[in-house]
C-alpha cells in the first residue's frame, strides 16, 4: 500500500513563503509522477503543479507560475512545493498525489494514490 503524508502547511500573510513536503512510503518513488493540487472551500480541486518521475520536467498551473516551485529528491521519496509570494486566493487544502508510470500530468484522475491533504492559509 502506498501511502502519502504531506506537511508544511500553515498560517502565513500575504506575500510569505511556505514549504510542503509529501514523503511516500510503500512503493519505489522513482515509479511515480507526484503532483500537488489544492481544493478551496466551496470550489473544485485543482492542479497546482506536476513533476515527471525524474524530476527533469514540471508543469504549472497559470495561477502560481513564477511564484511555486515544484522538486523532488527520490532519495527521500519526497515531493516539495516551495510556494513563494503568497496570496489570499492561494489559501486551500493542499494534497500530494501519485502516479504510476506517467511521465507527469496534471489531470486528477491520473493519479493512483492521494495525501490527507494539509491546510494552508494566507491572511491579508
Known amino acids: 500500500q502506498v501511502v502519502l503524508v504531506e506537511s508544511g502547511g500553515g498560517l502565513v500573510q500575504a506575500g510569505g513563503s511556505l514549504r510542503l513536503s509529501c514523503v511516500v512510503s510503500g512503493g519505489t518513488f522513482s515509479n511515480y509522477a507526484m503532483g500537488w493540487f489544492r481544493q478551496a472551500p466551496g470550489k473544485e480541486r485543482e492542479s497546482v503543479a506536476a513533476?515527471?518521475?525524474?524530476?527533469?520536467?514540471?508543469d504549472y498551473a497559470d495561477s502560481v507560475k513564477g511564484r511555486f516551485t515544484i522538486s523532488r529528491d527520490n532519495a527521500k521519496n519526497t515531493v516539495y512545493l516551495q510556494m513563494n509570494n503568497l496570496k489570499p486566493e492561494d489559501t486551500a487544502v493542499y494534497y500530494c498525489?501519485?502516479?504510476?508510470?506517467?511521465?507527469?500530468?496534471?489531470?486528477?484522475?491520473?493519479?493512483?494514490?492521494w495525501g490527507q491533504g494539509t491546510q494552508v492559509t494566507v491572511s491579508s
Open positions: 498525489a501519485a502516479a504510476f508510470g506517467l511521465s507527469r500530468t496534471r489531470v486528477a484522475s491520473g493519479y493512483d494514490y
Open positions: 513533476i515527471s518521475r525524474s524530476g527533469g520536467t514540471t
